[in-house]
């Protein structure tokens, strides 16, 4: 199994560009999460899913919009992206909320210039 | 709002030694509880967590956690720590007062000395 997927790894954005971050989990999860990390503020979440064709807001929303068309994908959209979105994106899923492990992908490491 | 509180973020200790990294929670319910490491250049991997029941938890890499409700406190111990631990730990609640969101610390860096 691959577990969670994400790509790309690395992209480089000019202010203004607009992109989507593809995050794949083969473990038939619930529930999947777009995470972004920056040094010395654990994890934020942005948006999450607590299943297909649902999505729901986060710590972090402004700026970002998310998809969950199929269970085992979940998108990330930035549309307009701003240097302060410069980060380190991570991907997670769970089979559910609450007391469940939740396993992540490698990340997304984005620069907006 | 719940929040986590890991006061140290970066702990240098010499292979060998022993460790406590410290994770503090603020929340009056019941929860669960989570440490979750991240080595380098990779995603988060689930460390050990406290679900119910024994209040202490222990990992298959000799690392342990003991949840402490009356100080809102899931220290992260190991008595004698590997080069191989460098990495950096997140503690993580989740309750009903965060709708079963996970709340994420802003990690401890471990830091081995040879």
């Known amino acids: 199994n691959a577990g969670v997927t994400q790509t790309p790894k690395f992209r480089v954005l000019k202010t203004g560009q607009s992109m989507t971050l593809l995050c794949a989990q083969d473990?038939?999860?619930?529930?999947m999460y777009w995470y972004r990390q920056d040094p010395g503020m654990g994890l934020r979440l942005i948006h999450y899913s607590v299943g297909e064709g649902t999505t729901a807001k986060g710590e972090v929303p402004d700026g970002y919009n998310v998809s969950r068309l199929k269970k085992q994908n979940f998108l990330l959209g930035l549309e307009s992206a701003a240097p302060s979105q410069t980060s380190v994106y991570f991907c997670?899923?769970?089979?559910?909320?609450?007391?469940?492990?939740?396993?992540f992908g490698q990340g997304t490491r984005l620069t907006v210039v | 709002a719940q929040s986590v509180t890991q006061l140290d973020s970066q702990v240098p200790v010499f292979e060998e030694a022993p460790v406590e990294l410290r994770c503090n929670y603020s929340?009056?319910?019941?929860?669960?509880l989570f440490w979750y490491v991240q080595y380098p250049n990779q995603g988060l991997q689930l460390l050990l967590k406290y679900l119910s029941g024994s209040t202490l938890v222990e990992s298959i890499n000799g690392f342990e956690a003991e949840f402490n409700k009356s100080q809102t406190s899931f220290h992260l111990r190991k008595p004698s720590v590997h080069i191989s631990d460098t990495a950096e730990y997140f503690c993580a609640v989740s309750s009903m007062d965060s709708n079963y969101q996970l709340i994420w610390g802003a990690g401890t860096k471990l830091i081995i000395k040879p």
């Open positions: 929340s009056s319910v019941s929860v669960y």
């Open positions: 473990m038939n999860h619930e529930y």
């Open positions: 997670a899923s769970s089979l559910r909320g609450g007391d469940t492990e939740a396993f």
